[in-house]
């Protein structure tokens, strides 16, 4: 798919000496090894967003001197004199690095969580035991509350157009299967 979509598309042993910051976030065990990062450029950035602190084989670079930067930002100094700065320890950089997410972030999850339990209080008979993608109505409901905050307005469709594309007047938009 990011290939279809223009991007440049290599294995982590093709870019290990190319790139300059790298970015785990995959959810998978030990994505970028301690191979990888030996062969990484001087002061590259390595971090994850992806899960945990195992995407990075972290507890392979114990074995060299760390120099703390400043909190979350340490050099890791290779034998050759070479460092590379590992954010947040391998944890999760926007936790790690950051103050969290920021409150619109949040107000977007909550509102999501608020709406679901509605719906699981109202409708709860309707639905097993069992993981559930939040309802698209409800999705796009979570979206037009926030829209004033970030200045967006939407136009909204006549009858005509809404049957010209199979939706409902006011949604959802998009078919249950839809990812955003």
Known sequence: QASMEGYRVVTLEDAAEEADIFVTATGNYHVITHDHMARMKHQAIVCNIGHFDNEIDVASLKQYEWENIKPQVDHIIFPDGKRIILLAE??????????????????????????????????????????????????????????????????DLTQEQADYIGVQVDGPYKPEHYRY
């Not at 409150?103 to 679901?116: E, G, I, W």
Request: glycine share 8%; hydrophobic share 40%.
């Open 90 to 155: 391998g944890r999760l950089v926007n936790l790690g690095c950051a103050t969290g997410h920021p409150s619109f972030v949040m107000s977007n999850s909550f509102t999501n969580q608020v709406l679901a339990q509605i719906e699981l209080w109202n409708n709860g008979e309707q639905y097993e035991n069992q993981v559930y993608v939040l309802p698209k109505h409800l999705d796009e409901k979570v979206a037009r509350l926030h829209l004033d905050r970030i200045g967006a307005h939407l136009t």
